[in-house]
């Protein structure tokens, strides 16, 4: 079983719509949550990030950590063509300030006119 | 000013043949990671360097893989003897110690294909 899951879907919504990307985890020692954007053949780029629990918003971004349950979301309100891209979750574990990042698989997502 | 490099951009070799990719980071980065995404696949880390601690290889698949650093500029990332499911894109990042998460920057990526 990977340490982090995630539906690589595709997603096709409209444009305006709400978009829902969700991962679930199992190492309890990740405190650090990020949601990175990559287009394509293009590097990552971040987006978000989280410490520990709770919510997060920037725009027409959301982003929710419930450690509890081991799951992490980024909501995408009036979704626009621009948003079209792959959406990773990574996560990484606290201590050192440098460390590696576990990334989900990646979740294609393509909002259409 | 200038963000994470990478050469090639695009590398086509054949089945046993060795290949070398190259980072340039941001300067200024201290650490320096690779990581490797396969086709429809997130990111696998593979190596990270910080300053002049020992490398952290603990994602490298097996000793076909290597890397090296020289001081806090470039890296190189070597695979010896290649074979087919090395092809990937392979992805450098740096990252310093500027705000709370000592955010990774990634370049482009190496695209690999082993044929």
């Known amino acids: 079983q990977k340490e982090v899951e995630q539906d690589p879907g595709p997603l096709s919504v409209p444009e305006g719509a709400i978009v829902s990307l969700n991962c679930t985890y199992s190492?309890?020692?990740?405190?650090?949550f990020m949601w990175y954007r990559q287009y394509s053949r293009k590097g990552p780029e971040l987006l978000m990030y989280?410490?520990?629990?709770g919510n997060k918003e920037d725009g027409r971004f959301t982003a929710q950590v419930d450690k509890s349950s081991k799951y992490i979301s980024l909501f995408i309100r009036d979704s626009q063509p621009s948003d079209s891209a792959t959406y990773l979750c990574a996560m990484r574990t606290g201590g050192t300030s440098y460390g590696k990042l576990t990334f989900g698989q990646g979740t294609i997502l393509t909002v259409h006119p | 000013g200038a963000g994470v490099s990478q050469s090639p951009s695009n590398k086509v070799t054949e089945k046993g043949k060795d290949v070398e990719l190259r980072c340039d980071p941001i300067s200024g980065h201290t650490a320096l990671y690779w990581y490797r995404q396969r086709l429809g696949q997130g990111l696998e880390f593979l190596i990270y360097f910080q300053g002049n601690s020992a490398p952290d290889k603990s994602g490298l698949p097996s000793d076909r893989f290597s890397a090296e650093r020289t001081g806090e500029s470039v890296s190189t990332l070597t695979i010896q003897r290649t074979q087919q499911e090395d092809s990937a894109v392979y992805l450098c990042a740096s990252s310093s110690r500027a705000g709370a998460l000592y955010e990774q920057f990634f370049g482009p990526g190496t695209r690999l294909t082993v044929l």
């Open positions: 190492n309890s020692a990740f405190q650090y």
């Open positions: 989280t410490y520990s629990s």
